[in-house]
């Protein structure tokens, strides 16, 4: 089992920027992919970015370059910083872990940016 508890939401004025942090416990041994979703009111839940144990990164194409995923020294945590914050991108981030080909997920924490 692994747990995810992500932090760092809020709110925000537009412009403004956030880094949220995931941090994973667990059988953090067996991590290869970590990442974000978020979820917006009455979305469907979506791909924000990941980033393989390898150092590969993808990112979704409404990110153009305003957001950079990174992990931390110890490869259980994740970050993604977030600038230029727009209401758009009012939603619930999500931490996500590939664990041995097992998807993990967070409980989320609710990033609010206000215009």
């Known amino acids: 089992q692994v747990q995810l508890v992500e932090s760092g939401g809020g709110l925000v004025q537009a412009g403004g920027s956030l880094k949220l942090s995931c941090a994973a416990s667990g059988r953090i041994d067996g991590i290869n992919t970590m990442g974000w979703y978020r979820q917006a009111p009455g979305e469907q839940r979506e791909l924000v970015a990941l980033?393989?144990?390898?150092?590969?990164?993808k990112y979704a194409d409404f990110v153009k370059g305003q957001f950079t995923i990174s992990r931390g020294n110890a490869k259980n945590t994740v970050f993604l910083q977030m600038n230029n914050l727009k209401p758009e991108d009012t939603a619930v981030y999500y931490c996500?872990?590939?664990?041995?080909?097992?998807?993990?997920w967070g409980k989320g924490t609710l990033v609010t940016v206000s215009s």
């Open positions: 980033l393989s144990s390898g150092g590969g990164q």
């Open positions: 996500y872990a590939d664990v041995y080909a097992r998807d993990y």
